[in-house]
């Protein structure tokens, strides 16, 4: 067992020249040539508290057949400033087998067990009045053994928001949470059930967009198709399935609901720009809308200000949001 002694989160402490040694997981890697014409590999380690990019000069070609996206590696080398950046000069790199080391310290997790996670989304699904969305909601969240696997491990992301395990269904649950509040404070104007099930199914097309065995990347359908269509075609066969079981709907699933939660899926990025093909042109798509463009900023930012090493309240600059942020007393003290 090649155990874990520093987690890149101390790493940043060092100071140039101080030597390295520890496994890491490595989530990208490419061979570069310097100015010299010499190559070397370009290579992004990580560990469950976050990543720190590497430079090895040394033996690249032994190297970079084995030293590929997903590769477990013992590291050696020494800790080095570059252009303001921290990074890993690697003198020694040696791949690692699966059974010697420990997954979970490579793998960062949400702070919320999976399991009260789900819970917490089946309490949703037990108080949706309209039999039809409820049915859907049930064949999805109850009887899909597969789904329920996936949404229990899949992030919401890659880099973005909630780009951990489990990281989908906390911004799910959490967003639900908001979309319950925003249906009682408005009232009658918003049907609550369309908003439970916007909020339940918007990002669903992510647990095939993603693939998130060990590093998160996109699918090639992800890639070529993208998680909103993808969404309505899930959902698309999910009302089918129910339609074709007999003694599971009252009735036929209704065109109107059908297509107003299409709807939602389609249009929840907002904007043609950020990928939706139509804008919302429906209350409730505009309240999710921005109810999950709330949640996936307060993560991403709250994660940016956690993850901060720099001294003093303010932030280095986010290159995302083009700004510095401020680091208060209570937000640190978290
Ligand atoms: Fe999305
Ligand atoms: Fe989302």
Not at 66 to 82: D, K, L, M
Not at 146 to 151: G, K, S, T
Request: charged share 30%; net charge neutral; glycine share 6%.
């Amino acid at each position: 067992m090649s155990q874990k002694t520093q987690f890149i989160k101390d790493l940043k402490e060092l100071k140039d020249k101080d030597p390295i040694s520890s496994p890491f997981l490595i989530k990208f890697s490419a061979v570069a040539v310097g100015k010299t014409g010499k190559p070397y590999m370009n290579i992004v380690f990580m560990d469950r508290t976050g990543e720190l990019e590497g430079r090895l000069w040394d033996d690249v070609n032994q190297h970079m057949g084995q030293a590929v996206r997903g590769a477990y590696v013992a590291v050696e080398g020494r800790c080095q400033t570059y252009q303001g950046r921290r990074q890993i000069v690697v003198a020694k790199m040696q791949i690692l087998r699966e059974d010697q080391i420990e997954p979970k310290d490579y793998i960062s997790e949400s702070p919320v067990n999976p399991d009260e996670l789900y819970a917490k989304l089946l309490d949703f699904i037990s108080t949706i009045k309209d039999p039809f969305c409820k049915a859907l909601a049930e064949s999805v969240f109850q009887d899909d053994r597969e789904i329920i696997d996936r949404y229990k491990r899949a992030p919401a992301a890659k880099t973005v928001h909630h780009a951990y395990r489990t990281g989908l269904l906390e911004h799910v649950v959490s967003i639900t949470g908001i979309l319950d509040l925003l249906a009682g404070h408005y009232g009658k104007c918003l049907n609550r059930d369309l908003l439970l099930l916007g909020g339940f199914f918007h990002d669903i097309g992510k647990l095939l967009e993603l693939s998130y065995d060990r590093v998160t990347d996109y699918t090639t359908e992800g890639k070529l198709i993208g998680h909103l269509v993808m969404g309505v075609e899930l959902l698309d066969r999910k009302i089918r399935e129910l339609e074709s079981q007999p003694g599971r709907l009252p009735g036929a699933f209704p065109e109107e609901t059908k297509l107003l939660l299409k709807h939602i899926i389609l249009s929840h990025h907002g904007q043609l720009d950020f990928g939706s093909p139509k804008r919302p042109k429906l209350l409730e798509a505009l309240v999710i809308h921005m109810v999950d463009d709330l949640d996936s900023k307060m993560n991403a930012i709250r994660t940016f200000i956690e993850q901060d090493q720099t001294p003093g309240n303010w932030t280095a600059l986010n290159r995302q949001y083009e700004r510095f942020f401020y680091k208060p007393e209570w937000l640190l003290q978290e």
